[in-house]
């Protein structure tokens, strides 16, 4: 019995027992629909592919642990959603440093000098964070993790991750003062 006849509940118990072929069924039966879903905010192909792999690749990673409280199809949807509303994010922190980057190159030694100091500031103030606060805001920012992602890596609720990260961006915007914006911040931290 081929496993597209089962139903998602079914799918899902084979998926836990490792049947990849669940997996196989699962993918195929969805891949469409999620695609379209990702395509009309993306507008990309090969992006629209990546967003959709990364779920199922997620969705076989985490099998053994997963219990779903909805239905598998709003499960995929909503995951699909929040990786395309990752990569949007990657796409406009990428614009934003790479804008910045133009008009720094076309702007007085000075300033350039004064970008570098701010940036070696941002590194110190990042350092002297406690080192587990300083890694899950790492994680967060410059690895561009989820505070799902960043919470099974560690072996925390996402609930510290959240606190983590909260406490690290107040003690950035004490020591950094007022006088930098939200926007040039992320920039220069996540500039290499």
């Known amino acids: 019995m081929k496993n597209t006849q089962f139903g998602d509940d079914e799918l899902l118990i084979k998926l836990r027992d490792n049947d990849h072929s669940a997996l196989t069924a699962i993918y195929n039966k969805y891949w469409k629909n999620l695609y379209q879903s990702s395509y009309r905010i993306l507008q990309d192909h090969d992006k629209c592919e990546d967003a959709i792999q990364e779920v199922f690749v997620n969705l076989w990673e985490i099998r053994s642990k997963l219990f779903i409280k909805i239905s598998l199809k ?12 990752r990569q949007l994010r990657r796409k406009t922190i990428t614009e934003d440093i790479v804008n910045f980057m133009d008009t720094l190159s076309t702007d007085s030694n000075q300033e350039l000098l004064e970008y570098k100091e701010l940036d070696q500031q941002i590194k110190q103030i990042i350092d002297a964070l406690p080192s587990r606060c300083q890694e899950v805001f790492k994680l967060s920012r410059l690895e561009h993790l989820s505070h799902k992602e960043i919470a099974e ?9 959240e606190y983590h990260i909260s406490n690290a961006l107040l003690f950035l915007r004490s020591n950094l003062g007022k006088t930098l914006s939200v926007e040039l911040f992320m920039v220069l931290l996540l500039h290499p």
């Open 74 to 85: 709003s499960y995929l949807y909503a995951s699909v959603r929040y990786e395309v509303l």
């Open 153 to 161: 890596k560690l072996a925390i609720s996402t609930k510290t991750v």
